[in-house]
């Protein structure tokens, strides 16, 4: 494996979690070395360490100083308490979060950015990193191409996000990720006091999802909410009555669904 | 094509929309023959029809009176006028509409059920019917045969369920299609603004619902939400402040995500 051009002395990750691990793995594929990994607890540290041939260690005052970057994949809550603990003479430094602005590096640092794989990470789950966008933000060119470079020798699909965009995509990612995974959870609630099987719905579920992203969501809207079917519609809220959680979800997502259909 | 036993005479569709389309086109391929297509819409019957080589009427009073299954396959609310107009001597009667109970049938008809394929169907998009569960209902033995018969050429996954089951089930088909769908239209409004591609949640929104299907959506969750993580949560509701329909669903699908792990 060739060893990319600016990356020689390698790539210190901070953190051990979802996006560390599948990103460090894939840098490390692409011909990106890890030189350290960091994280507060030292056995997922070690375990991500062995998956990318690396260094590890749980004191973060013991990382490789000469390392040519460094990425924090922390929970977003924790990122600025890494930011005040890192110490760095040079170094440049980025983070991957939606939601963190790229000013969090400001009083700290020279060279600085952020490098955003917009998907959705589980440890245990493989993906290929070949067509997640990546967004980058840097705070000069030469940290731009940089990053750049990174990011297209890991996907197809590499996007200059600032942060102020990048904080609407994240909203938005919250929004197509977690919550429609929510509304599948709901269902399989739903239908399990029924003892049905959760296998029924799965091509519904995966039409849902083909469909939205060949013809657009709002094109692909069906059901009783865009049809404002009240007899359906109230059927469903008396059949919710003792999941308040469910019954609110159910009324509020249904005027939304009919208030976007009539602004459009 | 050989004629499968027992539908010699032929399948009347009753409805032109999606449902309707898709079924008797995969019914017609699978050796079905469609006798008649009905629609108040003349326009819409015809162009079924020519799709499946059949007759075609506007008048209920029109449609033939010998053939082996009628099929209702209109909007939730239209059925029971269907039901109320339809002038049949003998012949067997079904819908296809999982919020409606085979009671609807009681009345009026000897031969009755139900023929409820579980997915979301748009006229213009093509989908095949083999991996769709189809959920069969009847008010006898024969013609539980018969349907299953029906289904089982046209899917590979044909289901017994009863009415009350059929409607669990189609409660929860709101909840893991139209409202995971309005999730994603919501997402793609809050970019919209930003001027951010939709493209850049595609493979977000595969990677969720595949996720969902192959290690069930509650084991999935992810976001701020089920870390609880309220700084998050509270810069969102912020940046939703101009659009009160999806500052509530943040809210309350928020706090529902965090509920149903804590009850689970």
């Known amino acids: ?10 790539i210190v990750i ?5 996006v560390a691990t599948h990103l460090s793995i894939a840098s490390k594929q692409a011909g990106f070395p890890i030189k350290c990994v960091y994280s507060k607890t030292i056995k997922a540290a070690k375990e991500l360490a ?16 000469e390392a040519d970057l460094y990425i924090i994949a922390v929970k977003d809550e924790i990122i600025e308490l890494i930011v005040d603990d890192l110490k760095l003479d040079y170094g440049t430094v980025v983070h991957t979060a939606g939601s963190i602005s790229i ?15 917009l998907q959705t990470f589980s440890k245990s789950r493989e993906i290929s990193f070949e067509n997640i966008p990546i967004c980058i933000e840097a705070n000069n060119e030469l940290l731009e191409n940089k990053l750049l470079s990174l990011a297209s ?7 200059k996000i600032d942060s102020e965009k990048r904080k609407s995509l994240h909203l938005a990612a919250v929004f197509a990720c977690n919550f429609s995974n929510h509304m599948f959870s709901i269902a399989q609630e739903i239908i399990k006091h029924s003892g049905i099987s959760f296998d029924l719905l ?13 013809q657009e969501p709002l094109n692909a809207q069906t059901g009783p ?12 809220l008396e059949m919710l009555k003792d999941s308040p959680d469910f019954k609110k979800i159910y009324r509020f997502v249904s005027d939304s669904i009919f208030n976007l259909k009539n602004i459009e």
């Open 1 to 10: 494996m060739t060893i990319n051009t600016g990356f020689e002395n390698g």
């Open 14 to 18: 901070l953190g051990a979690g979802n």
């Open 50 to 65: 062995l998956k990318v041939d690396s260094q590890y260690t749980d004191d973060l005052r013991g990382i490789p100083l």
């Open 103 to 117: 000013d969090i590096f400001k009083k700290k640092f020279q060279n600085y950015g952020v490098f955003y794989p």
């Open 153 to 159: 020798n890991l996907s197809k699909r590499v996007y």
């Open 202 to 214: 799965k091509p519904l579920i995966k039409e849902t999802a083909q469909k939205a992203i060949d």
């Open 225 to 236: 909410a865009i049809r404002n079917d009240e007899n359906v519609i109230l059927k469903h």
